[in-house]
């Protein structure tokens, strides 16, 4: 798939089940669902039903859903006023369980997604595994192997001399010599070679690595054991990168944050090694962007939980124009935050220096 068709695909489809999540939960609880757009900025091409705009804007990379009274709308005179609290159709009027799952809807069509396309690509593909032997796969960009000319399809001979004749002996091998200097013997292009290198030390497992990784053959399954496996590996990503997470905030890890440039980049790669692993990249963004909505951070869906809490705890809500403040004060600092992490991939791009 080409590059580009990929990446729209991926941030479409990601954004537009959560919007779905959004829209689904209110047309069941009977909130007037105002707009439903694919895209940002000047509308293309729209069409009005009875009660929702569904448009077509210009920038394909989102979409939003707009609820009824849940944000400020103008009157007829220009004043922006909230819907009114006795129309039956009012985010505003119904049950604070009902707004917060219209609210949570969204972040669980993510983990659903994530569900459906790993149960996709194990009952279509089949489950991934390492081949036999001890054949490279692939070579991560600005790792040591690729540093030194190693390049995907060699062969791996030896690891300070000592055979690997399966891939299992080459990985205890590396992983056994964090931040020391290997050789690796290995043939490639006909010929057979010895690469000197210093190995990295991964921060979480504290393994030696060097940024390779075997060949993936893929196992055909039962889709009884697909379904299973799809939703182990959901669970298995959620409890990783909350953990990931976690590290990053206590400083027992270097936080690094990838923005749309960065998720561009790896889609891209993704789509150059087929619809296994696209689509395997796309489960794993679904389940980074449900987790990501959940945290109690202005402008989030997270913060608009907490905010419903505090209104069923307390039996009345906030003063909605300072939670619609304080969500605009969170919109701003993430918006900022996007742009200062979509420079440092752009600097990353260019120099391939962090």
């Known amino acids: 798939m080409n590059n580009a068709l990929a990446i729209i695909f991926v941030f479409g489809l990601l954004v537009m089940i959560h919007e779905f999540g959004h829209y689904i939960v209110a047309r069941l609880n009977g909130i007037k669902v105002l707009e439903f757009a694919f895209g940002f900025g000047p509308k293309i091409i729209g069409y009005k039903g009875k009660d929702t705009e569904y448009n077509l804007r210009i920038i394909p990379l ?5 609820l009824y009274g849940m944000d400020q709308e103008v009157d007829e005179n220009g004043e922006r006023v909230l819907a009114y609290s006795n129309d039956p159709k009012s985010f505003m009027n119904k049950k604070v369980w009902q707004r917060m799952a219209v609210i949570a809807a ?3 069509m993510n983990f659903v997604l994530a569900i459906v396309l790993f149960i996709l690509v194990f009952a279509y ?3 991934p595994s ?3 032997g001890n054949a490279i796969g692939s070579v991560v960009d600005g790792k040591p192997a690729a540093q030194v000319g190693i ?3 060699a062969k791996i001979l030896a690891v300070d001399g000592v055979p690997t004749p399966e891939w299992a002996d080459c990985v205890d091998a590396i992983h056994a010599k964090p931040n020391q200097k290997i050789t690796l013997t290995v043939e490639q292009g006909g010929k057979q070679e010895n690469f000197s290198l210093l190995t990295e030390q ?3 497992s504290g393994y030696g690595m060097v940024g390779i990784s075997p060949e993936i053959i893929y196992k055909k399954t039962s889709l009884s054991n697909a379904v299973k496996y799809g939703w182990d590996q959901t669970v298995y990503l959620t409890k990783l990168i909350v953990i990931t997470i976690a ?11 990838g923005g749309p440039v960065a998720i561009a980049q790896v889609i891209g790669e993704g789509a150059k090694q087929g619809w296994a692993d696209l689509l395997s990249l796309t489960g794993m963004l679904s389940v980074q962007l449900g987790l990501l909505n959940l945290f109690p951070i202005p402008a989030l869906d997270g913060s608009r939980l907490v905010f419903l809490l505090i209104e069923g705890l307390r039996g009345k809500p906030i003063n909605p124009e300072k939670e619609n403040f304080i969500h605009f004060i969170g919109f701003v600092l993430l918006f900022a935050l996007m742009i200062a ?3 440092q991939d752009i600097v990353k791009l260019f120099t391939g220096k962090g």
């Open 125 to 127: 593909f089949g489950i």
């Open 130 to 132: 390492a081949a036999k």
């Open 151 to 153: 390049q995907a399809g």
């Open 247 to 257: 590290q990053m905030i206590t400083g027992k890890t270097s936080a690094e944050l």
């Open 62 to 66: 989102g979409g939003y859903v707009r």
């Open 202 to 204: 991964d921060k979480q």
């Open 341 to 343: 992490v979509t420079y």
């Open 106 to 108: 969204g972040a669980i």
